[in-house]
């Protein structure tokens, strides 16, 4: 029987600090599988990138907070199939809203895709981690589920349920040589910051002591220590990418 291919899985991977992760992790070796849930033209141009670099890439339309999906996406593309050594649990969206005045579905959404999402991917993951006795797992949260942010309640509570989960996750699969840690992004600079007003931005680089927003590829190299072997004893850790903000 031939090998499995070495692969990793992100959800969430073509736009902004995602795009960066898969163009990232498949630079070090890895196949790599993304997710997407829109514009398909996005991730054929990642995967052209990918490409082009002398990787390997392939996108796949996913709904992470679609029970059934996932599990049929594993069944039909995982396990079995290639080697998971990798999970970067990506996907995110936003529904701002004060909370006085927040929908309920804004609300549910947005901890159906952030958490919950994470956690499908998680489980289904970590059954076949299990078996082979390694993996890796990310999961990115943010800065906002450690410190609040105003009109983001439903945001920083799916953060912050995610960083709990990877802390729960970290104890229950250390014993079978799987670490499971997050990445607390803080301001970064992607396309859904660049059309800030120049005011609200100015107040963000006041809180930030190193004076400056990330980068996508901060995070990036921040997911690919994780995947190393240098990170072979960090487990149920949370590593704050944000410039020395805090609060």
């Known amino acids: 029987m031939s090998e499995l291919i070495k692969t990793a899985l992100i959800t969430g991977g073509t736009r902004g600090i995602g795009r960066a992760i898969v163009k990232k992790i498949a630079a070090l070796g890895y196949q790599v599988y993304f997710t997407y849930v829109s514009r398909p033209e996005l ?21 992470v907070s679609d029970w059934d999906a996932v599990a049929q996406f ?29 929908k309920r579905e804004h609300w ?5 895709v952030n958490l919950t999402g994470a956690f499908i991917c998680l489980q289904q993951a970590a059954s076949i981690m299990m078996k082979q006795r390694r993996g890796r797992i990310v999961n990115i949260a943010s800065v906002v589920g450690q410190m609040g942010n ?23 699969l250390a014993p079978r040589s799987i670490t499971v ?16 007003p120049q005011e609200v931005r100015n107040k963000y680089l006041e809180r930030i002591p190193l004076g400056s927003l990330g980068t996508a590829e901060h995070i990036a190299d921040t997911v690919a220590f994780l995947a190393s072997d240098q990170a072979d004893y960090l487990t149920g850790q949370v590593l704050g990418i944000n410039g020395g903000m805090y609060m």
């Open 150 to 172: 105003a009109g983001q309640a439903n945001y920083c509570a799916s953060k912050a349920g995610l960083i709990g989960l990877t802390k729960a996750a970290a104890l229950e």
């Open 74 to 102: 594993f069944s039909e593309q995982i396990k079995g199939k290639v080697s998971l050594e990798l999970l970067v649990n990506n996907a995110g969206i936003t529904k701002d809203g004060l909370v006085i005045r927040m």
């Open 181 to 196: 840690n997050a990445i607390a992004p803080g301001f970064i600079e992607t396309d859904m910051t660049e059309n800030l």
């Open 43 to 63: 991730a054929q141009e990642v995967c052209a990138e990918v490409a082009a670099a002398g990787g390997l890439a392939q996108g796949f339309s996913l709904d």
């Open 108 to 112: 549910e959404q947005v901890l159906n």
